[in-house]
């Protein structure tokens, strides 16, 4: 019922920023906590951020905090990850994620649509 699509991903070299885009098909995702994940190379997927319905919530990663924002437009149904200074360690594919729950929001298992991610690669 829920499509999201992810963009924005590209190679941007370490100290750089970056803004991926996280937009949903087919429904609207109002009442929806939208999450980002990462998957690198050879390793599981893991929290980077998220933002709960109406906004009411922020969270972040530790290895992201302090240079990450997230936001959401849901007249355009649409959530945004910005991150700056980024780091080749910031090196995946990033996945946004849609969930009806309210808690355990950093784990992959509360979410029920996924995108279909997009590459991000840090490297100089």
């Known amino acids: 019922q829920l499509r999201l699509v992810e963009s924005g991903g590209g190679l941007v070299q370490p100290g750089g920023s970056l803004r991926l885009s996280c937009t949903a098909h087919g429904s609207h995702f109002t009442y929806y906590a939208i999450g980002w994940f990462r998957q690198a190379p050879g390793k599981g997927r893991e929290f980077v951020a998220l933002?709960?319905?109406?906004?009411?919530?922020?969270i972040y990663a530790d290895s992201v905090q302090g240079r990450s924002t997230i936001s959401r437009d849901d007249a355009k149904n649409t959530v945004y990850l910005r991150m700056s200074s980024v780091k080749p360690e910031d090196t995946a594919v990033y996945y946004c994620?849609?969930?009806?729950?309210?808690?355990?929001?950093?784990?992959?298992?509360?979410?029920?649509?996924w995108g279909q991610g997009t590459q991000v690669t840090v490297s100089s």
């Open positions: 994620a849609a969930s009806r729950n309210v808690d355990y929001l950093l784990k992959e298992w509360s979410y029920d649509y």
């Open positions: 933002i709960k319905y109406k906004s009411v919530g922020l």
